[in-house]
């Protein structure tokens, strides 16, 4: 549990007609997880607060899905801030987070946190499915970096 930070005006605009409806943009925040392929994704509530996303319920998670459901609900235009109170099922290490900065490419980004450019595919397969293609990324926007 813990309250991370993201980029408030990077990520997908699901919102453009909602504004000031917070309560619509919780609802449609849980929509947007269903349909991202996150296992598990469809257990949890989310509530937002003046760009802060509450995230709660999730029974049965583990950590690598409540992280994926963490940045998936972070990287949206106007979320400033996720708090995840998902309880993860098991007692793996909490990955490290990473905010995308112009010209970076998940090589550099493996080359800057792993010292090897050729684990990027670890990175990858860790942000699946919020990324379809390993150069499908931008400015601001948060990935998970697991341990390795």
Do not use: C
Request: proline share 3%; no cysteine.
């Amino acid at each position: 549990m813990g309250l991370f930070d993201f980029v408030k005006d990077a990520g997908a605009k699901l919102w453009d007609s909602l504004k000031g409806n917070e309560d619509d943009r919780g609802s449609k925040l849980e929509e947007h997880l269903k349909n991202s392929g996150i296992p598990g994704a469809e257990k949890v509530n989310v509530t937002v607060e003046n760009g802060k996303a509450v995230i709660s319920g999730g029974d049965g998670l583990t950590q690598a899905l409540k992280e994926k459901i963490q940045v998936a609900v972070g990287n949206v235009a106007g979320i400033s801030s996720v708090e995840n109170n998902i309880q993860a099922t098991d007692a793996a290490q909490e990955a490290t987070y990473y905010t995308v900065k112009s010209g970076d490419t998940l090589s550099a980004i493996s080359k800057h946190v792993y010292g090897d450019a050729n684990k990027y595919n670890t990175i990858f397969e860790a942000n699946k499915p919020m990324l379809s293609h390993p150069d499908k990324i931008y400015p601001g926007q948060v990935l998970i970096i697991p341990k390795l």
